[in-house]
């Protein structure tokens, strides 16, 4: 329990001064509504039983000439009503002020948490984001904070309210009469310990709760990204399956945690009605042997709702804190995971000039954990250097490696062995947001936002004031504008999610677009035409050799045609560099890039190889 508060005390920071008054608000209001049931018992006492002076309570007497004496009270019965009405009014009052300060700081908090999950998403390592499920993280980003939300808005103050409403009154009960005090809180410990015993029991229950939701946001989430796939081989009743399964964990995980919560509001109601039964039963004996004023048991009676409610509330505050606890670790097992910030470089890096050499040197990288590398590394000593404004292409099975370069010089992963040299200067030593600035890169799958054509193009550019000359500019050397023009809406044109709206050759020319206008020292394009057809793929190709020296440039491509014009070409097979040379090199030595060649050109339609050989020699 002490954890417990430890860590609510701790996601709080900042906003504990709005706490504070909100529970001073809530003490007085409790204060204050206790005094409602002494105006009646004073009444009662004072005005409806008439007993002699000297043995009425003091207490009411005073009340009663407080309000004017009990000649004047007799007469004007309106007056105590009047006061209550006040007296609740002012708790009423005090109790928005309670709420309105706790859910403005909960909302605080709950903002502050979200926007620093969210920002902790954006730079989680890529081996971490490839180990958890993107309907997870979001469950975490969405329901676990809305979850901690609730229970900062209205539980915390709650507990205060609890101890409180039970704490308010205990001076008062006993100076009026100890019998019925003890009567009234006697069975008080053993609610309590049958709510903590049940919070111990709930916790972990509502942590699978959590966990199974989350797995079910997941399988709707995947299901909804691949819809067309689904519907392609008409996979609907398999993933209907699929969903009932995650939906039935979630629902298992549920029952089980709404039979712990029936078994305990059940148990703790009846323990709370067998203490109110005792407080008014001892009271009744007491009242019948003229040892308790009328006023004094009828206020005993009033207030006896008033703590023992609280405190069986307590349960549901304890069983709400499970599950804002539940709620806490699984956001802090993203937050407490170490992000690409941890160890990164912070030496500037800003090189002169159009372009960067390139330079890998016995390169060896696996998917495994940084301290165990795969058993079989996905490249193994690669080497091949780029003179700066320089072009390379890569060209290889699927599953070379080629991908993997491309990951490593955008420090989505860091290489194990050997060294990799951009502008003459260790990868490693340069930081991650300057060498991404420094890399305009358009990958195998590109995603586009489900906005503008403009905005899509634009997401690149650092807020130059020529953004849309620029923009026209590269989607013309892309050979996108043109179509582009064709659209009613132009560049205001939206696109559907991940641009599906779009042909494929249309996503990867705006794709290509976006990347030009970052300017990059480093152009990437990994299978980048690959939808493209070769008429256009010449044109780009085209275009970019009138670009040459503007930007050093690694060309992936299946597609020989496509890398036919680089400076120089790499083979890779499993991992290792094959060959490496000039295409007239490679296509006059036997090997797999000739074969490859020999392939291509026997199955290519005469005008798409004379299109080739026209933009090759050009």
């Known amino acids: 329990?002490?954890?417990?508060?430890?860590?609510?005390?701790?996601?709080?920071?900042?906003h504990r001064t709005r706490y504070a008054f909100a529970l001073a608000a809530l003490i007085a209001s409790g204060a204050v509504l206790y005094t409602v049931p002494l105006v009646s018992k004073s009444v009662i006492d004072v005005i409806i039983v008439r007993g002699a002076k000297e043995s009425l309570p003091p207490t009411s007497v005073w009340i009663v000439d407080a309000m004017g004496g009990a000649a004047h009270v007799r007469d004007r019965l309106w007056i105590p009503g009047l006061v209550m009405l006040a007296i609740t009014v002012l708790a009423g009052v005090l109790t928005h002020l309670r709420t309105r300060l706790s859910s403005g700081a909960a909302e605080a908090v709950a903002r502050r948490l979200r926007d620093n999950l969210y920002d902790h998403m954006q730079r989680l390592t890529c081996r971490t984001l490839d180990q958890r499920p993107s309907g997870d993280l979001l469950q975490r980003?969405?329901?676990d904070v809305e979850t901690l939300r609730n229970f900062l808005a209205g539980q915390v103050i709650e507990i205060g309210r609890a101890v409180a409403m039970l704490v308010i009154p205990l001076p008062l009960m006993f100076w009026l009469d100890w019998r019925l005090t003890i009567a009234s809180i006697v069975l008080l410990p053993v609610i309590v310990t049958f709510s903590l015993v049940f919070f111990h029991r709930m916790r972990p229950v509502f942590t699978a709760k959590e966990n199974a939701e989350g797995k079910m946001t997941t399988t709707i989430t995947e299901n909804l990204t691949g819809i067309r796939v689904v519907r392609a081989f008409a996979r609907q009743d398999f993933e209907q399956s699929k969903f009932e399964g995650?939906?039935?964990e979630f629902r298992d995980a549920d029952m089980k945690l709404f039979r712990l919560l029936a078994t305990f509001w059940a148990s703790s109601d009846l323990l709370c009605f067998a203490q109110s039964i005792l407080a008014v039963g001892t009271g009744l004996w007491l009242?019948?042997?003229?040892?308790?004023?009328?006023g004094t048991f009828f206020w005993f009676i009033s207030v006896i709702g008033m703590f023992i409610w609280p405190v069986r509330m307590m349960g549901r505050i304890l069983a709400d804190l499970g599950k804002a606890l539940a709620a806490?670790?699984?956001i802090r097992e993203i937050v407490d995971t170490p992000d690409e910030r941890v160890g990164d470089a912070t030496e500037p890096f800003a090189p002169s000039g159009n372009g960067v050499s390139i330079e890998f040197r016995d390169v060896t990288f696996g998917f495994g954990a940084p301290d165990a590398p795969a058993a079989t590394p996905v490249l193994d000593r690669v080497?091949?250097?780029i003179p700066a404004g320089g072009t390379l292409g890569i060209v290889g099975p699927s599953g070379a490696g080629k991908s993997t370069i491309v990951h490593l010089l955008l420090r989505f992963y860091d290489y194990e062995h050997g060294s990799i040299l951009v502008a003459g200067r260790e990868l490693r030593t340069i930081p991650r947001q300057a060498i991404r600035g420094a890399i305009g890169s358009v990958l195998q799958q590109p995603f586009l936002y489900s906005k503008t054509l403009k905005d899509n193009i634009l997401v690149s550019a650092a807020g130059d004031s020529n953004t849309e000359d620029a923009m026209r500019s590269a989607a013309a050397v892309a050979s996108v504008h043109s179509s582009i023009e064709e659209f009613p809406q132009q560049y205001e044109t939206l696109v559907g999610e991940r641009g599906i709206t779009l042909s494929g050759g249309q996503r990867q020319r705006v794709a290509i677009a976006r990347s030009l206008v970052q300017d990059p020292k480093i152009l990437i394009l990994d299978d980048a035409l690959s939808a493209v057809d070769t008429h256009t793929e010449a044109e780009i190709l085209q275009s970019f050799r009138s670009r040459t020296a503007k930007h050093t440039t690694i060309v992936i491509a299946h597609r020989?045609?496509?890398?036919?014009?680089?400076?120089?070409?790499?083979?890779?097979?499993?991992g290792h560099v094959v060959q490496s040379g000039t295409h007239e090199e490679l296509v006059a030595q036997p090997g797999m890039y000739r074969t490859l060649w020999e392939i291509q050109t026997q199955t290519e339609d005469p005008d798409e190889r004379e299109n080739a050989e026209v933009a090759h020699v050009h």
Request: charged share 20%; proline share 2%; hydrophobic share 40%.
């Open 328 to 330: 806490i670790e699984r």
């Open 560 to 574: 020989l045609s496509t890398l036919m014009h680089a400076d120089r070409i790499v083979v890779l097979d499993r």
């Open 287 to 294: 009242l019948a042997h003229d040892r308790v004023s009328v």
């Open 383 to 385: 080497s091949f250097s």
């Open 141 to 143: 980003c969405t329901s």
């Open 246 to 248: 995650s939906s039935g």
């Open 1 to 14: 329990m002490p954890r417990a508060f430890s860590t609510i005390w701790q996601v709080t920071e900042g």
